[in-house]
């Protein structure tokens, strides 16, 4: 039981391994599509949340929320700023204007993202389990 | 000018050429003082929010050691401003205390946070509301800001918000991020707007007292290494991961080095991974949290919401991280190299 439980691990270690190497990947390839998009969002004076305008500047390392951020305004998903206040339309017009080009790489990037997260909270459970 | 004050300095809000920083900051540039401005400041003639004009009383002139200080923490200012765009200075300038008091708190701050920290930051923004709604409701129905019930009603909103910032840790936070220490004196020396804001000139970063110029700086420092400095802790990190390796496989255990390099290694990418995704996700987390709180993602306290979460969720996603890669490193020895 113990030595399958192991091979499970390290197949999920593995998997782990795979997933965040191509969200490397995918990112560095479309690097100047996110730039584009972020430079472009923010010139055009919409809302971004503070800290998230921070870590838009902060390349691969702050990619994730800014990237599921936007994810949320092309699914045209209401987003709360404040007490009873949304995200203003003017967002959601910006990204039905963008090229697809630039955003469609989007999607896969913040599925594998959620992935790994529950790849990640899978492993450190059978971490402390086995 | 009766009464001989100190020089003091602004912070730019607005961008733009010097002549509109004159006309804000002195309702017209006719006057003395708006003149000597101009000449004190003739060498910036384009401003980016974030940095810093000097402003003195034209009937007392600056010693050379007073200006020579100011000039040089100007030009501290300038450098860190100059690389950026006109709307990250104005982030900068938005945020450099937050982001200057969180990074030197550092893990302090969790545990205080966490408890104090969402009530806390509410109640600081229904007062800064007050005090805005006040300085509003007396212009619009006297259309001047002099009336005693108004001093009255502001002297008593700031005594509750200095009560609310008198507070260990947080205290250094929110004190550098509201910028209270204005230089009222100077204002009135010089028949200042209302709306324009002085501080004294030891509070610019001159010499080795520490102040705006040394605080931006700073945050600015902090910005940049969230970019280039992430990539450099984890070349570090790996090459501590090398040494350990290098270690098993010199001092006699060489029959062990594989292993030991399999598990260091993976303990190595783990954390670094579980940082980074920690961190990531800490960020929404923390954040999404202070939006049901009632904070505006868009201010200053969300802004320390997700820094707080960014830097607890990469704490404990490295940490966790560190202990599956071990626990990895341990199964593909077992199951490859056994």
């Known amino acids: 039981m113990d030595l399958f439980l192991m091979r499970i691990f390290v197949a999920l270690g593995a998997v782990f391994i795979l997933l965040f190497l191509t969200c490397v990947v995918i990112f560095f390839r479309h690097k100047n599509h996110y730039n584009y998009i972020v430079s472009s969002y923010l010139e055009a004076k919409l809302f971004m949340p503070s800290y998230y305008k921070f870590l838009s500047q902060a390349g691969f390392f702050g990619s994730f929320p800014v990237v599921l951020f936007f994810r949320k305004v092309i699914k045209k998903k209401k987003v709360k700023i404040s007490h009873g206040e949304y995200l203003p339309e003017d967002a959601y017009v910006f990204f039905s204007g963008q090229s697809l080009v630039n955003i469609k790489w989007m999607k896969g990037y913040s599925f594998l993202y959620l992935s790994l997260m529950v790849v990640f909270f899978l492993l450190i459970i059978l971490t402390f389990w086995i | ?338």
């Open chain 2, 1 to 338: 000018m009766t009464k001989s004050i100190t020089p003091g300095y602004c912070i730019v809000e607005q961008p733009g050429p010097l002549a509109f920083q004159a006309q804000t900051l002195f309702n017209g540039r006719s006057n003395n003082a708006s003149r000597y401005f101009m000449t004190l400041n003739a060498d910036s003639a384009w401003l980016k929010p974030g940095q810093i004009l000097l402003v003195a009383d034209p009937e007392n002139a600056l010693t050379p050691n007073t200006l020579r200080l100011l000039r040089l923490a100007k030009q501290n200012v300038n450098r860190t401003i100059a690389p950026m765009s006109t709307d990250d200075a104005g982030f900068m300038q938005k945020n450099y205390g937050a982001i200057a008091a969180l990074t030197s708190v550092g893990d302090k701050l969790f545990g205080t946070a966490s408890d104090v920290g969402e009530k806390y930051f509410r109640q600081i923004e229904s007062t800064l509301q007050k005090i805005e709604k006040s300085y509003q409701s007396q212009y619009r129905s006297q259309g001047s800001l002099i009336s005693q019930q108004f001093y009255a009603e502001r002297a008593a909103l700031f005594t509750e918000l200095r009560g609310m910032v008198n507070k260990p840790i947080l205290a250094r936070l929110t004190q550098k991020t509201l910028k209270l220490k204005y230089y009222e004196d100077m204002r009135h020396a010089l028949n200042l707007s209302s709306k324009s804001i002085v501080h004294e000139w030891s509070t610019a970063g001159v010499g080795a007292i520490k102040g705006y110029s040394t605080y931006l700086d700073g945050a600015s420092r902090a910005a940049t290494f969230m970019k280039s400095g992430g990539y450099i802790a984890i070349a570090f990190s790996g090459l501590n991961a090398t040494n350990e390796v290098m270690n098993a496989c010199t001092t006699g255990r060489e029959m062990d080095c594989p292993k030991v390099a399999v598990k260091e290694y993976s303990k190595f990418g783990f954390s670094t991974g579980g940082a980074i995704l920690g961190g990531s996700g800490g960020a929404m987390l923390v954040g999404g949290i202070c939006v049901v709180a009632g904070i505006a993602t868009g201010g200053a306290a969300a802004f320390a919401c997700g820094l707080v979460g960014s830097l607890g969720g990469g704490l404990l996603g490295g940490a966790a991280g560190e202990q599956v890669g071990a626990k990895f490193g341990d199964g593909v020895n077992t199951l490859f190299l056994n």
